[in-house]
């Protein structure tokens, strides 16, 4: 606290005020250490210029936030075992806070005093303020709230989502991190407010999405979603999971897959992309579901779940329900969730793999799996066998051949293959001029398949590792010729 005590004094001794706000007061408050804090929120009545120059005039090495939305960055360094680094915010007063329709950056209008910053933020408990000697300013009974293990909104709750329609996520989000619930007042101003969410810039939801889903009480928070409708609003492929077994025409033969998915989710922790795939690994189901023996009185839209209202139809007597191909369905639907989230690629691509393969792992049998077999999955997981393993882990609680699989024995068997130089087959440089120089090849397709022919030998254990040349060339040999 010293060494932030030197920061109040920088703007107190300019006649500035200055409060420590946001969620590292809210998080002070519920017990938490200063060492503990890594991003500090200042607001003061300073103008953005004059506190750059303030901070820079104290020796404060500042960096570009977003002078214009009233910000400035630095960082305040100090002993490792004190929590430094941390890493500090300035911002000038605000009295107002709008977002254009689809953008991500705020309209903001500066305000006067702490009284006009607090009013204007979304819930009470992040609406307390704390001065340089560690007193909380708490107009609007956060502290109360926080005992209460209550989101209530600052204000009206319709006019703060009317603000920032994204506040409906952010209550999801913090449902998710702390465990608290909304108050019946904030829940029914959600609904309202559900569609306004399509006015938001898709990156905002993505970047409320990525912490609601590592959060340790997710479940809580998905199901807050689906309620007040923001889910069918930006996920609708996941709703389509809610009642699903309730709408299936051999009557309830299959699991609830929402609270399967919801269980699984928390069960993925704080892993941010096996926790997507945890949540839209079933997203599949609803349009792949199929009926053994199959039913030409049922029609399709039944099938997929969809209202029995709508189609209605007789029960289809002794048939079984299955998924087929449901893990490839879901690893093309995220393909389309990824473009509206605006995912980057490299993780659009790693999460839709590992819903694709889903169960790959599974199928691991320490008995009938060789060496040969281990290789094979770890080629065909393409890079991408750490994760499916992790994703079959999740897969146990559900399901009696994920919990028998051995799946930390299959990671110990790729690891020891991979020591010992046996696991992915590398051949020695320059070994395809030695095949032009003595086999009396040709640069081409033929030289190409003979030694995509050796990589294969490799991998089913005809052909061992690490060789010497001649090895290799004699094998060439045989392949070419049928003789030594």
């Not at 607001?43 to 820079?56: F, G, H, V, Y």
Request: charged share 25%; glycine share 10%.
């Amino acid at each position: 606290m010293q060494l932030l005590q030197r920061l109040f004094e920088t703007f107190h001794n300019a006649g500035r005020e200055l409060y420590l706000v946001g969620g590292a007061v809210r998080d002070l408050a519920m017990g938490a250490s200063w060492e503990s804090l890594d991003d500090l929120d200042f607001a003061t009545n300073a103008l953005p210029r004059e506190s750059l120059e303030l901070l820079q005039k104290a020796g404060y090495r500042t960096y570009d936030v977003g002078i214009e939305f009233g910000t400035v960055g630095t960082i305040i360094r100090g002993p490792a075992s004190e929590g430094y680094p941390k890493d500090v915010q300035v911002t000038t007063y605000r009295s107002k806070e709008k977002y254009r329709r689809g953008s991500r950056h705020p309209v903001v209008s500066f305000g006067d005093s702490i009284d006009e910053d607090l009013c204007r933020r979304d819930f009470s408990i992040n609406s307390i303020a704390m001065d340089a000697k560690g007193d909380y300013y708490d107009p609007y009974d956060g502290r109360g709230d926080i005992n209460r293990r209550t989101l209530r909104a600052v204000g009206d709750p319709l006019e703060r989502l009317a603000e920032d329609p994204l506040r409906i996520l952010r209550i999801a989000r913090f449902m998710a991190k702390l465990g608290f619930e909304p108050d019946a007042q904030l829940e029914h101003a959600a609904y309202a407010k559900a569609t306004y969410l399509l006015e938001i810039a898709r990156q905002r939801w993505l970047q409320e999405m990525n912490k609601l889903v590592c959060g340790p009480h997710a479940a809580m928070a998905l199901e807050f979603l689906a309620r007040t409708r923001a889910l069918g609003v930006i996920l609708p492929e996941l709703v389509a999971l809610v009642g699903l077994e309730r709408r299936c025409p051999a009557g309830p033969s299959h699991p609830d897959f929402w609270a399967q998915t919801l269980k699984r989710v928390e069960r993925a922790g704080k892993d941010r992309n096996l926790s997507w795939a945890a949540l839209l690994a079933d997203v599949g189901r609803p349009w792949t579901r199929t009926l053994e023996p199959m039913s030409e009185d049922v029609p399709g839209p039944i099938l997929s779940g969809l209202s029995q209202e709508a189609y209605p139809q007789e029960p289809a007597q002794g048939a079984v329900t299955s998924f087929p191909h449901h893990q490839l369905m879901a690893g093309l639907m995220f393909k389309g969730i990824a473009r509206r989230f605006h995912f980057d690629n490299p993780t659009s691509d790693h999460v839709s793999f590992v819903l694709s393969h889903q169960r790959a792992a599974i199928g691991y049998d320490a008995h009938s799996w060789g060496d040969a077999e281990v290789r094979h999955f770890v080629r065909d997981m393409n890079g991408e066998h750490e994760a499916v393993i992790a994703f079959g882990k999740l897969l146990g609680p559900e399901e009696p051949k994920a919990a028998n699989a051995d799946l930390d024995g299959l990671a110990a068997r790729i690891k020891a293959l991979g020591e010992s130089g046996q696991l992915v087959p590398e051949l020695p440089k320059g070994l395809g001029g030695q095949f032009i120089q003595q086999l009396g090849l040709k640069p081409g397709p033929v030289l190409g398949e003979l030694i995509e022919q050796i990589k294969q030998d490799m991998l089913d254990g005809r052909l061992g590792f690490g060789l010497d040349v001649e090895d290799y060339i004699a094998h060439a040999r045989t392949l070419c010729l049928g003789r030594p």
